[in-house]
C-alpha cells in the first residue's frame, strides 16, 4: 500500500524568503506524483505533477519540486513566496500500474498549512 | 469552459436525513471521486467510479451511497446513518491514465 507523509503540518514563513515544503511516500512500484494548493473554503488545484522525464518539475504560480526516487521524496520549493500564497499544500502519489482498480486512486498526506507573513 | 461543478456550496441537515450532494463534470472523464475533508485530516476517499454503472467503496464509504447513472455525473447521498456528516466534501473527476484529478469547489455540509 502506498502513503504519503508530510513532515511539517504548519510551515510560516515571512514574505520574499524561499520555502520547501517536505513529501515523503512509500510505495513498492514506480509512481506518479502531484502537489495540489488548496485556498480556503475552496477546491483544490494542481500546481505540478511529475509523470516521467525530468526530475525537476516546474509548476504554476512560481513553484517547482524535485523527485528524488532514491529518497522517495517530491519536495516543493519556491524561492521568494507572496502573501497571496497562503494556503494549504497536499502532496499525492498514485501507482503508475495499469491493472485498474485501486491503482486509479490517489492517496493524500495530510496537508501542510504555508502561512506568509509580511 | 469545462470543469466539475458541486451544488450546493452549503448544505444544512436536520439528524436524521438523509441528504444528496451534486456533481457533475463536463471533461469527458472516466473516472470519478468523492472525498471528505476534516480539519487535520486530509483528504479520505469515500467512493469512486471508474465506468458507468460501476463503482467502488474507498476507505470511509460506512453511512454514505452514490450512483454512476451517467459519465457526467456522480452523486453523493450521505445517509442518516453517518455518524459525523458535518464536513467539506470535494468531488474529483480524471481520466483513467495517468490519473491527474480536477476537483470542484466543495459542498459545505452542517448537521445542525
Known amino acids: 500500500a502506498q502513503s504519503v507523509t508530510q513532515l511539517d503540518s504548519q510551515v510560516p514563513v515571512f514574505e520574499e524568503a524561499p520555502v520547501e515544503l517536505r513529501c515523503n511516500y512509500s510505495?513498492?512500484?514506480?509512481?506518479?506524483l502531484f502537489w495540489y494548493v488548496q485556498y480556503p473554503n475552496q477546491g483544490l488545484q494542481l500546481l505540478l505533477k511529475?509523470?516521467?522525464?525530468?526530475?525537476l518539475v516546474k509548476g504554476i504560480n512560481g513553484f517547482e519540486a524535485e523527485f528524488n526516487k532514491s529518497q522517495t521524496s517530491f519536495h516543493l520549493r519556491k524561492p521568494s513566496v507572496h502573501i497571496s500564497d497562503t494556503a494549504e499544500y497536499f502532496c499525492?502519489?498514485?501507482?503508475?500500474?495499469?491493472?485498474?482498480?485501486?491503482?486509479?486512486?490517489?492517496?493524500f498526506g495530510k496537508g501542510t498549512l504555508l502561512t506568509v507573513n509580511p | 469552459d469545462g470543469g466539475i461543478t458541486q451544488s450546493p456550496k452549503y448544505l444544512f441537515r436536520k439528524e436524521g436525513q438523509n441528504v444528496t450532494l451534486s456533481c457533475e463534470q463536463n471533461?469527458?472523464?472516466?473516472?470519478m471521486y468523492w472525498y471528505r475533508q476534516d480539519p487535520g485530516q486530509g483528504l479520505r476517499l469515500i467512493y469512486y467510479?471508474?465506468?458507468?454503472?460501476?463503482?467502488q467503496k474507498g476507505d470511509i464509504a460506512e453511512g454514505y451511497s452514490v450512483s454512476r447513472e451517467k459519465k457526467e455525473s456522480f452523486p453523493l447521498t450521505v445517509t442518516s446513518a453517518q455518524k459525523n456528516p458535518t464536513a467539506f466534501y470535494l468531488c474529483?473527476?480524471?481520466?483513467?491514465?495517468?490519473?491527474?484529478?480536477?476537483f470542484g469547489p466543495g459542498t459545505r455540509l452542517t448537521v445542525l
Open positions: 474529483a473527476s480524471s481520466t483513467l491514465w495517468p490519473n491527474e484529478q480536477f
Open positions: 510505495s513498492s512500484v514506480s509512481v506518479y
Open positions: 511529475y509523470l516521467s522525464g525530468s526530475t
Open positions: 499525492a502519489v498514485s501507482d503508475r500500474g495499469n491493472s485498474g482498480g485501486s491503482n486509479y486512486k490517489l492517496t
Open positions: 471533461l469527458n472523464h472516466d473516472a
Open positions: 467510479s471508474q465506468i458507468v454503472n460501476d463503482f
